[in-house]
């Protein structure tokens, strides 16, 4: 995540009814929670006054959106790692 995001985040609702801060949301995502659950377990989301109701439609996003991420980088590594195999091959 840049600098200027990670600050955005920071200021930013991830969960209205309970006063957490997007960049939690971010965070527990990046240390593996691939559910709504899973970031609810860390982060403390999910039980407010709405019961998840607005902050699991943003958690499915972020999921959504570190997927596809997480593809590109793989995608990319697959690529170079493909890249450095011909390399090796053609100094043979």
């Known amino acids: 995540m840049q600098p200027d995001a990670k600050i955005m985040a920071g200021l930013k609702p991830g969960c209205i009814c309970k006063g957490i801060k997007l960049i939690r949301l971010l965070e527990a995502i990046e240390q593996g929670a691939d559910s709504f659950e899973k970031v609810a377990g ?11 109701e607005r902050c699991s439609a943003k958690v499915a996003a972020l999921l959504k959106e570190n997927k596809k991420t997480a593809k590109k980088l793989s ?9 450095n195999d011909n390399n090796s091959q053609q100094e043979k």
């Open 75 to 83: 995608t990319k590594s697959k690529m170079a790692q493909h890249k």
């Open 42 to 52: 860390k982060t403390g989301i999910g039980d407010g006054s709405c019961n998840g």
